[in-house]
């Protein structure tokens, strides 16, 4: 990650609640992207800090509000957990340094699947040595069960005495870290996954768009199909399932009421025919699940008549 310090934390609920807590306080302005991981809010609820959200991936409006509460704490996901949008980093990090403020970036799901090296966004894009601090969950790529903050030296020992998951809660096991120690070296090694990964996902998300599904803004491995109010989303998860496909179910709190979706999350190992497969079932489902009358379909086709860009994501979150 190219960081001159780390450390590994219980889970990454830890490593965001336990940073937050630890460089805010109820002084401090923490501007947050309004689909930022709900891990984040969690931290700024218990550093007594201010929220002052901002609309998702909108730097302009980041910047209006930096300038009206003045400099304090930044806090963005590299990849958001629910729609798969990637965060426009390099205008988020100009922004944050122009009006100095501290910068988080979440790399929950960029670490390991993103970079020639799965060193994750901010270091894939030359941007290490201007982001503060980078935090992680080692339960997406890495496959077990921790967290990561990448930092400098000073602050990782200023950490141990100063967050709560530090000091209150019992530290990672020998064995789980020598598990994380072994995928470490397939991440790093094995480059030829993260093409697979990246190739499997933009075969998928131009066949469900072609298909008629919006997937918002999804540039990843996570593909979002939002079917809108729970009951519609139970059906579409048991279309799916009934097919043999698998997505993990989000509905409030984890999205905004009503906007209930399933999550895709595609890996590396999927073959072109199970591919082909969940095309295929998602083309047949189309009308057993209503899709067409989706209010994310509805926007889709309201967007492309009037050529007009995504609108912004109004109260999101979370998961
Ligand atoms: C972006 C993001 N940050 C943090 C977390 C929390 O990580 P963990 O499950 O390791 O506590 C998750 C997922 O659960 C996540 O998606």
């Given at each position: ?12 609920w ?19 992207d ?8 969690e931290g ?8 002052v959200t ?13 300038l009206?509460?003045g ?15 990637v ?20 790399e ?5 699947t ?23 969950s ?15 030296e000073?602050f990782?020992?200023?950490f141990?005495y ?7 809660s ?7 870290v020598?598990?994380?120690?072994a ?12 093409e ?6 933009t075969?998928?998300r131009?066949?469900?768009d ?20 729970e009951p ?15 997505g ?5 709190p984890?999205?905004?009421?009503n ?8 890996n590396?190992a ?10 295929q ?7 057993e ?15 492309a008549?009037t050529?007009m860009?995504?609108?912004?994501l109004?109260?999101?979150?979370l998961?």
């Amino acid at each position: 990650m190219r960081a001159e310090a780390g450390i590994l934390c219980q889970s990454g609920w830890c490593a965001n609640t336990g940073l937050i807590q630890t460089v805010a306080n109820e002084r401090t302005p923490v501007y947050a992207d309004m689909l930022a991981h709900m891990s984040l809010w969690e931290g700024i609820r218990s550093a007594g800090a201010s929220a002052v959200t901002f609309h998702h991936n909108d730097p302009e409006h980041l910047e209006r509000q930096v300038l009206r509460h003045g400099p304090g704490v930044i806090v963005v996901d590299s990849v958001y957990s629910t729609i798969g949008s990637v965060c426009p980093l390099a205008e988020v990090v100009r922004i944050g340094h122009e009006h100095g403020c501290v910068l988080v970036v979440d790399e929950s799901h960029s670490l390991g699947t993103h970079g020639p090296d799965g060193e994750g966004l901010v270091a894939a894009l030359g941007l290490a040595g201007q982001v503060h601090f980078r935090t992680a969950s080692l339960a997406k790529a890495f496959a077990g069960r921790a967290g990561f903050i990448a930092c400098s030296e000073r602050f990782a020992t200023y950490f141990r005495y100063e967050s709560n998951p530090a000091i209150f809660s019992s530290t990672l096991l020998p064995y789980e870290v020598a598990g994380l120690r072994a995928t470490l070296e397939v991440v790093k090694n094995e480059g030829w996954r993260r093409e697979r990964l990246h190739v499997n996902a933009t075969y998928l998300r131009t066949r469900l768009d072609e298909l008629g599904y919006n997937l918002h803004d999804s540039q990843s491995q996570i593909i979002a199909l939002e079917a809108g109010p729970e009951p519609q989303t139970i059906v579409l998860r048991d279309a799916l399932e009934a097919r043999g496909i698998f997505g993990s179910v989000f509905c409030a709190p984890a999205t905004p009421k009503n906007r209930s979706l399933i999550r895709l999350s595609i890996n590396s190992a999927l073959t072109q025919a199970e591919l082909d497969r969940i095309v295929q079932a998602c083309r047949d489902i189309r009308e057993e699940v209503d899709m067409a009358n989706w209010p994310s379909t509805r926007r889709k086709r309201s967007r492309a008549a009037t050529g007009m860009a995504a609108g912004p994501l109004l109260r999101g979150s979370l998961a």
